[in-house]
């Protein structure tokens, strides 16, 4: 009996020897041409699974066996259920592709669509009803039933609108710096809302690859027209973080009065300082022509109390503004000089100012009077340096001293006398050394640079740390920054100091 025993364990080794990943077999058919398809993988046979089970994929199967040809394909379990294991045989990923082939094709069309500009025709695309139907993104392309349509375009959206249909047939589609404008433009006239919202969520990650400041104020003009306020959000908190590059950028000139307006209110305006911003002001309007209403309007936005008294006086000097508009700036430096030299309990007695108002609260002064940077890298972590107490001249002959430090573990927290939670680095950490005034209070600001090229984030100190954000949301532990750094990493942080007067303090309003 040991030798026949000893062949059919031979006989039944054999059987599995050379069968590799991949092979198929029948199994399970009272002939050899027929059964369930089952597929040797990681050591065992299993059943392609016959869920979309169709002749084109018996076909597949037949010629991979040898047979010519498939002429049935059978599903529910025809031969029988499978006990072992299941693999789905699943072709689906070259379904985009062979969609998008039909569209280039441009052959056996039952839908016309003509592309329109205001002046003329400018394309005619022909496609296909039944594919287009089983998109609901292109259900609002044709609203009643019809052989033609016609798509009206902006001039310089035609170049994409072939890009947009075929995205309608395959559901994928490549969006750039230069084409995200005018697809979501497209996906919003269509009804297209999937592409509408992938296009909207792109604006901010696109918005900083443009240094020339073009594209930024491009939207936010599409922004207005199209009433989208999360837009022009977007935007002008983009240009509001960026300011001083956009004042040296050629696009300078071009900013609109409203977004102008919109930027001079806002107290996250990042600056070299007061001054820089009178200046960018005084070149902007000498390549505009606005009424001089609108130009006294913007003016009046400048914080003259944040202007130190000596440059105050060099403006009637190398300023073109102050001539033309000589009494208002004789009221705003009188303001600011007053600020500069009466102690703030006068100038709430006696001129009844209000001296929370912002005018007198300092924007993000990125200049080294108010400001100091450090890498993320271990070249240069920790920064010493000094500010004044406060803006006004009273204090001037006052430093304070600080300390910013980067800390990228809680160890480096250990090592510079930091206590830190698991959950706080990455962080900023800042800290005063000097005599604190109980009349002044401090609102430091954290900006998180990418690339030195723009500011990413701005995000708060509170008390002396400051969390730095995930430069490209990719830490779900940890909030995104609003404008994703393509390094993945944030090349430097900058603290601007921003101190303010504590009202109460005195029992002040």
Not at 216 to 244: H, K, M, S
Not at 312 to 326: A, I, K, P, V
Not at 332 to 356: C, D, I
Not at 487 to 503: D, E, K, N
């Amino acid at each position: 009996m040991a030798p026949l025993r000893l062949l059919w364990l031979w006989l039944l080794v054999a059987s599995t020897q050379g069968v590799k990943d991949g092979d198929m077999r029948l199994a399970d058919g009272d002939t050899a041409n027929e059964g369930r398809v089952e597929i040797y993988y990681s050591g065992q046979w299993g059943t392609v699974c016959d869920n979309l089970w169709d002749l084109t994929d018996a076909s597949v199967v037949c010629r991979a066996l040898g047979f010519k040809n498939a002429t049935e394909a059978l599903g529910r379990a025809t031969f029988g259920p499978e006990t072992r294991g299941i693999h789905t045989f699943d072709l689906s990923s070259e379904l985009p592709a062979a969609l998008e082939q039909i569209f280039e094709s441009q052959k056996g069309c039952d839908l016309f669509i003509k592309v329109k500009t205001k002046d003329e025709d400018e394309l005619g695309i022909c496609a296909h009803k039944l594919i287009l139907s089983t998109n609901p993104e292109a259900h609002g392309l044709w609203k009643e039933p019809s052989s033609r349509v016609t798509m009206e375009v902006d001039t310089e959206c035609v170049p994409v609108v072939r890009d947009f249909i075929k995205y309608l047939y395959s559901r994928r589609i490549d969006v750039s710096l230069s084409s995200v404008k005018c697809l979501h433009k497209l996906a919003s006239a269509s009804g297209a809302k999937r592409l509408q919202s992938y296009c909207g969520h792109l604006f901010a990650i696109l918005l900083p690859q443009d240094p020339s400041f073009r594209t930024p104020l491009d939207l936010y003009a599409y922004a207005l027209a199209t009433r989208d306020p999360v837009l022009e959000e977007i935007c002008v908190q983009f240009l509001a973080w960026n300011f001083g590059a956009l004042t040296q950028a050629e696009a300078w000139p071009s900013v609109p009065t409203a977004l102008l307006r919109d930027l001079l209110s806002r107290s996250e305006l990042v600056t070299p300082s007061e001054l820089a911003v009178l200046l960018a002001l005084d070149e902007w309007s000498q390549e505009r022509r606005i009424s001089h209403g609108e130009v006294e309007g913007l003016v009046e936005r400048v914080r003259f109390p944040m202007i130190p008294p000596r440059d105050l006086f060099t403006l009637q000097f190398n300023l073109s503004l102050y001539w033309s508009h000589e009494a208002l700036f004789q009221k705003k430096m009188l303001q600011a000089l007053e600020f500069h030299t009466v102690p703030f309990e006068l100038l709430a007695q006696y001129r009844g100012l209000n001296l929370t108002e912002d005018t007198y609260q300092p924007r993000l002064y990125t200049s080294p009077t108010w400001s100091a940077s450090v890498t993320g890298s271990g070249y240069n972590p920790y920064r010493s340096f000094q500010t004044p107490q406060h803006p006004s001249f009273l204090f001037q002959a006052s430093s304070v001293s600080w300390t910013l430090v980067y800390l990228p573990t809680v160890q480096s927290c250990w090592n510079y006398g930091f206590s830190c939670s698991s959950d706080d680095p990455p962080l900023l950490a800042l800290s005063k050394s000097s005599y604190s005034n109980p009349t002044i209070g401090y609102e430091n600001k954290a900006l998180m640079l990418c690339g030195g090229n723009f500011v990413a984030d701005v995000t708060n100190f509170e008390g002396w740390k400051a969390l730095i954000p995930s430069a490209l949301g990719t830490n779900s532990s940890r909030s995104a920054s609003f404008f994703p750094c393509p390094a993945g990493s944030f090349s430097s942080f900058q603290v601007a100091i921003r101190p303010f007067y504590l009202t109460n303090s005195t029992g002040v309003d």
